[in-house]
C-alpha cells in the first residue's frame, strides 16, 4: 500500500475505505491524464472514451445490484444525496412511512424534515435489543396510508442486519415501496433487487465498494414505475438540449450537471477489486468476521470494555470502556500510536438509544480487507497499556 502507509492502523472505514486498491487510483488517475473530457456532451473521441467509463461503471453496478437495466443506476455524490432523492423523490403529501431506529440520519432527517413540513406521518420502529426489527414489527405498524418502508440494512454503529428478504416480501405483498439503505451493506452483504423485492437502494461507493469519496448513487428496480419518483434538480445532461423541459428518461431525469467521472472510474475499479477478490464478497465477509472474532477475542479481558456488534453484519465493531470517554480513547489511539478510529455517535443517534449508548456514543473500527490481525494486536495492547 505504499511507505505512506506504513506506520498507519485505519479502522475508520466504516466512515469511508482506506487505502483504495491501487487499480482505484490507477483508475483515477488514467482518466485524469488520459482522457479527462465530459462524457455525453461532445462527440469527440476523448468524450466517448468517458462516456464508455461511466456506462461500464453503471454496468456493473447493475450486475451487482442484481438489476438488469444499468440506466436503473443513478450517480449520485453519496448515499446522503441518493436517499434524499429517493425519500424526497417518491413521498408525497399525506403519505404515511414506516423506518426504524438504526436509521442513519441521512434517512432520519429527510423524513424528520418532511414529517416537521407536514407532508408526512412517520412511525419508527425499536426492534430488538439491537435494533432488528420484525415483518411483525412492521405488520402491526402499516397504516391505510402507509406508502413506503425505508430500512438501513446494515448498521453502521453496530453491524445489525435487518430481515430485507422478508420485508421486502411483505412489503411487496401489501403494496407498500421499500428503500434500502445500502451505504455500509454494499460489498459486505450480497444484494440482489430483484430477488429480494426491493424498489430502490441507496448506496455509497467510497466505502465497502472500494471508490473514491464524492461516489454513491440510487439504483432502481427493473420492476418499479420510475416515473412514481420526482427529480429534485433539474439542468443540463447533454440530452435534448433543444427543449426547456428535463428529459424523462433514465438515467438523465436524476442525473443533471457534470459527472464526477475520475470518481466513477475509480468505482468501476472497485467493483472489479471486489468480484475478483478470493472468493469475491464471500472472500470479503469471511476476512472482515475474521478479523472481528480476533479483535473480540484479544480484547475482551480489557476491564471495563463493552462491544457492539454482529455476526451478520462483520467488520464493523463499537466498544466503550468504562472509566475513559470514547473521545479520549480515540484521540490517544490517533495521536499516540496511529490508530484511526471513530467516536461518537456515528450520524446515528436513535441507533445509540436502541443500544444504550446514548449520548456518549461509542468508539468504532470499521474493518476493511487490508487490515491485518498484526493490526489488532498491535491495537490491543495500545489499548491495555492505555
Ligand atoms: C448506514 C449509513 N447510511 C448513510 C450513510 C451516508 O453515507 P454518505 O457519507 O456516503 O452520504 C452512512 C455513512 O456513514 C451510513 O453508514
Known sequence: MGNKM?????????????????????????????????????????????????FRTRKKLAEFFGVKNPMRVIFGSNATDSLNLAIKGVLKQGDHVITSSMEHNSTIRPLKKMEENG???????????????????????????????????????????????????????????????????????????NRDNIDIIAFAGHKGLYGPTGTGGMVISDSFEFSRIK???????????????QPDFLPDKFESGTLNVAGIAGLGAGIDFINIYNDGITGIIKHKKEL????????????GIKFY???EGPGVVSFTIDGMSVSEITTEL???????SRQGLHCAPLA??????????????GFSIFNTKEQIDKTVKALKEM
Do not use: W
Not at 18 to 28: C, R
Not at 292 to 303: G, M, V
Not at 334 to 340: L, R, V
Open 119 to 193: 407532508i408526512i406521518s412517520l412511525t419508527i420502529l425499536k426492534g430488538d435489543e439491537k435494533g432488528k426489527i420484525s415483518v411483525h414489527e412492521i405488520d402491526d405498524a402499516i397504516l391505510k396510508n402507509t406508502a413506503v418502508v425505508v430500512v438501513n440494512h446494515m448498521s453502521n454503529v453496530s453491524g445489525t442486519v435487518q430481515p430485507i428478504n422478508e420485508i421486502g416480501e411483505r412489503c411487496r405483498f401489501k403494496g407498500i415501496m421499500l428503500i434500502v439503505d445500502c451505504a455500509q451493506s454494499a460489498g459486505i452483504i450480497p444484494i440482489d433487487m
Open 6 to 54: 506504513n506506520n498507519i492502523i485505519y479502522f475508520d472505514n466504516a466512515a469511508t475505505s482506506f487505502p483504495k486498491p491501487p487499480s482505484v487510483t490507477q483508475a483515477v488517475v488514467e482518466y485524469m491524464t488520459e482522457y479527462g473530457a465530459n462524457p455525453g456532451r461532445s462527440g469527440h473521441k476523448l468524450s466517448v472514451r468517458a462516456g464508455e467509463t461511466v
Open 334 to 340: 490517533s495521536e499516540k500510536y496511529c490508530i484511526m
Open 231 to 245: 427529480s429534485l434538480k433539474e439542468g443540463g445532461t447533454g440530452s435534448l438540449s433543444d427543449r426547456e423541459y
Open 292 to 303: 472481528q472474532d480476533y479483535f473480540l477475542t484479544s480484547a475482551k479481558n480489557i476491564n
Open 309 to 311: 456488534y454482529s455476526d
Open 352 to 365: 445509540h438509544k436502541r443500544i444504550g449508548t446514548f449520548p456518549e456514543g461509542t468508539v468504532r473500527f
